[in-house]
């Protein structure tokens, strides 16, 4: 997930907006680190992001993720799998079969929580520039465009122990690219990264621990289930309203009736 941006003599509002989609970025990968773990069973991992202010006059910077205004924030940990085995199946060979099911779903875990980063990126320049974005728009060679370079690097070292085969690592690649891109469609989740990515942006420490990239993450989730929430109230309310329109009479009525 290392990235390098050339940032020499950059105007202030494009240093911003690099800012802005290297928050997106990392708030992409942990959003899906956090939720997308938790939505599919999985145990949870210790991870932080570590933000580093870059100095006015900087030439290049590396990061893990990307730069707000003037920071590059990086995600740390958050790998539910720290070493790779040289092969799944040697890793597996005594494991049981629901065990070696719940392997394989850690593994696939990992590789969309590192896609997940390019791809909300994607999906944020697609908003921006009022673009259409699909799976069918965006091929997973594409990412590289958005900061993916080192995540698809690490994405592919994990299926080249995964699945011996190129077309089978290529069919597989695919299914989890498409599973990256669903969870950051999904509104809620897409709300939770864009309020992390404001947080990274205004964070004046060095470090955003754990627990508090959580907090934000679910703080993220339940403005949707607020806005859903509210939005049901006023539908219920307002069609409860223009049945009592409907049903109840008139002056005008009363007097025809009684003519």
Not at 31 to 55: D, M, R, T, W
Not at 99 to 121: R, S
Not at 139 to 156: F, K, M, P, R
Request: aromatic share 6%; glycine share 4%; net charge negative.
């Amino acid at each position: 997930m290392n990235r390098i941006h050339n940032l020499k003599n950059t105007s202030k509002l494009a240093h911003q907006e690099i800012s802005r989609k290297i928050a997106i970025h990392e708030a992409g990968h942990a959003a899906a680190i956090y939720l997308g773990n938790q939505q599919k069973g999985l145990p949870p991992v210790f991870f932080q992001i570590f933000i580093k202010p870059l100095n006015n006059d900087v030439q290049s910077s590396e990061s893990l993720g990307k730069p707000s205004d003037h920071y590059i924030a990086k995600v740390e940990d958050g790998r539910l799998i720290h070493t790779l085995p040289s092969s799944l199946e040697e890793a597996t060979k005594d494991f049981s079969a629901t065990q070696k099911h719940t392997y394989q779903q850690v593994f696939e875990a990992d590789i969309i929580n590192l896609l997940a980063g390019p791809l909300a990126e994607a999906r944020y320049v697609a908003l921006r520039d009022n673009e259409p974005i699909s799976p069918e728009l965006l091929t997973v060679n594409a990412l590289q465009n958005y900061g993916g370079s080192s995540d698809l690097e690490i994405a592919n070292e994990y299926l080249e122990c995964f699945i011996d085969s190129d077309e089978f690592r290529e069919i597989k690649m695919t299914e989890l690219f498409l599973a990256a891109f669903d969870f950051v469609s999904k509104r809620s989740n897409w709300l939770a990264i864009t309020t992390l990515a404001d947080s990274i942006l205004a964070h004046q420490e060095n470090i955003i621990e754990c627990n508090e990239i959580i907090d934000i993450l679910e703080s993220g989730s339940r403005r949707m289930a607020t806005s859903q929430g509210i939005a049901s109230f006023e539908q219920r309310s307002g069609v409860k309203t223009a049945l009592k329109i409907q049903s109840a009479p008139t002056r005008a009525t009363h007097n025809s009736n009684r003519l």
